[in-house]
Every structure is written in structure tokens, then in C-alpha cells.
């Protein structure tokens, strides 16, 4: 529950002395949104099964829910029956799973959030023209692997600052950067730090790779964050974005801050003595899992949430080609 103007809440005075603030933006990106609805509809218009390799995204009861509906999840394509229809995850896969779901003749629809396909076609491109490409990233993750495997001979991974030390490339003029697009924005700039004083002439990429979703719910968290007493994060555990948000906070000032899936994974424990809450979303994280939080929140003597605005978000993505192909003829044969 959020502010609502109207007849004034007669509160007690342990309820007047808390507060919490509404992160804004959170939740859902334009790139979640369209590959959660890329799946959707593939259900609608073909039909159970519909295939997806990877969860379509990082949160486990959008994939539970979409699994109630038909979908059916793999890890890798030879788990999917040749000839059936396949959805390729947001988070975007290498050249080698395209060549490898032709092979066995599968009908592929490819969700890979365009973000992510762009830092994509920024690694071939450097590699087209002979660089070095040090991508900053987490080793196993889904769009790590996909990025890397544009370009395997050219790129190699670097996880933190740690790592600079060890980095060997063939000629020091010739070292480009990208990055993974949910990291923590200061971490990977203090990543590219450390690389540029190895690497003074280090390339960096045409554009921002870390997305602008990202970024907009990192700087929600540090505006919510400085002396709150404790942060919650809404969203799964192996959502890069998500985590980070957690660390975000506590670097800009929260008292504590944990990441939970919904609202049944808060402990009691943590709101003994807390006043100020300040709640936010991970980018794949369904509205309705947040106002479970709030509503937990508000069992509890909180007040309704105020929301806290540090960006406007209205960026749309279309379909994928491929969807968008077979729509338009399911619409004009239902027309004929």
C-alpha cells in the first residue's frame, strides 16, 4: 500500500514515530517485461508446450507462474524435442546455442533483452578489429556466458579489481572494456579504474553497457537508503541486479538490508526497534510481490508507504521479430 490522499489515518504515537519510503522506479525493466511477455503469448498463440532455455528471468515466481501456464524450462537445447518451439532467455545467448538449435531444426524466438544484444554486437565489433576485451562480469552467469561467446578467442572475464593483476594481453594499445549490464555501477567503474592504470589506452565501449534500469533502481536505493534502518529488497537470489541493490544500500548509509523472494521470507527479528523501512524491487520482479511486503508491513503498525521518485522510466521494447511475424498472420487468417 502506498499514499493515498483522503481522509486522514488517526495514528498512535508508536505509529506516527515510523515510516516507509517506496523506492520509484522498481520492478519491472522494458527488457524483463518483453520477455515475459514474449512467453506469454508464444502460450497463446501456440500452444502448450512452449520451451525456454535458462529462466526467462531471474525470479522464480515468474518462472513458477509461468510454468503453470505451459512453459517448460532447460538448461540446455538437448533437452527440447527437435522440431518444438523454443524461447531464448533476456539475458541472451552465444552464436554456438543458435547453431545448436538449428542443428536439431527447433523454432527459436530469441527474448535477449536489447541491451544485452548490444553489448553483443560491441563484442564483435571489437573483435572484429583485433582488441583485447576484458569483460567485467560474474563468472556463470547466463549473459557473461552469452557475451563471451561472441567473441571466445578475443575476450577474457574479470570479476573485480582483484583480477587486474593477472590480466595479459597481446599488445597494451589494443585492450577494449564491456561489461555484464546489472553489475553495481561504482563497482564495475572501479573495475575499469584499476584496468586503465594497467592499460592506460584502454578502449571503452561506444555506450554505457550497464543498463539504464539498472542504474535507475541503484540510484532509487541510494536516495531511499542514507540513515534508514533497515532496506528490503524484493527479488531472487540469483538476480545479479537484485543482489547488488542489497549492497547498494548498505554502502549508502542503511543500518541493514536484506533480499527476500516475497514477503514470507522477512524475519520478524529484523524490524525489532526499526522506525524508518525503505522497500525497492529488483528488475524482474513482479508489483504484486511488493505490495506483500507493504501489506506485511502494515499488519505491523506501518504506516502506507511513501514513494520516493529519482527517475522517470518509459522506454518500451517490441516483440521479437520472430513473434511479432506469427502474430501478424494468426491476425490475418483470423481476419480471412
Known amino acids: 500500500m502506498s499514499t493515498d490522499l483522503g481522509t486522514p489515518q488517526i495514528l498512535s504515537p508508536d505509529e506516527a514515530e515510523k515510516a516507509v519510503l517506496l523506492a520509484a522506479p522498481r520492478g519491472y525493466c522494458a527488457g524483463v517485461d518483453r520477455a515475459v511477455v514474449t512467453v506469454e503469448k508464444a502460450l497463446d498463440l501456440y500452444g502448450a508446450p512452449v520451451y525456454v532455455r535458462k529462466q526467462i528471468v531471474h525470479n522464480k515466481h515468474v518462472v513458477a507462474n509461468l510454468e503453470s501456464r505451459g512453459a517448460i524450462f532447460v538448461e540446455e537445447l538437448d533437452e527440447v524435442p527437435e522440431g518444438q518451439t523454443v524461447v531464448f532467455s533476456a539475458h541472451g545467448v552465444s552464436p554456438e546455442v543458435h547453431a545448436q538449435a538449428a542443428v536439431r531444426s527447433l523454432k527459436t524466438i530469441d527474448a535477449t533483452c536489447p541491451l544485452v544484444t548490444k553489448v553483443h554486437h560491441e ?21 557473461v556466458e552469452g557475451t563471451a561467446g561472441e567473441a571466445p578467442d578475443h575476450i577474457q572475464l574479470v570479476q573485480s579489481p582483484d583480477d587486474v593483476a593477472g590480466i595479459v594481453v597481446r599488445d597494451p594499445a589494443k585492450v577494449a572494456w564491456l561489461s555484464q549490464t546489472t553489475l553495481s555501477v561504482d563497482e564495475t567503474m572501479a573495475t575499469v579504474d584499476a584496468i586503465r592504470q594497467r592499460f592506460p589506452l584502454l578502449l571503452d565501449p561506444p555506450s554505457d553497457d550497464i543498463c539504464y534500469a539498472t542504474q535507475n533502481r541503484q540510484l532509487a536505493v541510494k536516495e531511499i537508503s542514507p540513515d534508514t534502518d533497515l532496506v528490503i529488497v524484493v527479488g531472487s537470489g540469483n538476480s545479479s541486479n537484485s543482489v547488488r541493490l542489497v549492497e547498494v544500500a548498505l554502502e549508502a548509509g542503511a543500518h541493514a538490508a536484506y533480499r527476500v523472494d516475497d514477503a514470507s521470507e522477512i524475519q520478524e527479528a529484523w524490524l525489532e526497534g526499526v522506525r524508518t523501512v525503505s522497500v525497492t524491487s529488483g528488475a524482474s520482479v513482479p508489483e504484486d510481490l511488493v505490495d506483500g511486503v507493504l501489506s506485511f508491513l502494515s499488519e505491523r503498525g506501518y504506516p502506507d508507504a511513501r514513494a520516493v521518485h529519482s527517475a522517470e522510466e518509459s522506454l518500451i521494447f517490441s516483440l521479437p521479430k520472430e513473434l511479432r511475424r506469427d502474430l501478424k498472420a494468426a491476425a490475418a487468417a483470423a481476419r480471412a
Not at 563484442?123 to 549473459?143: P, Q, T, V
Request: aromatic share 10%; glycine share 10%; no cysteine.
Open 123 to 143: 563484442a564483435k565489433r571489437f573483435a572484429d578489429d583485433d582488441f583485447d576485451i576484458l569483460l567485467i562480469g560474474h563468472e556463470g552467469h547466463e549473459e
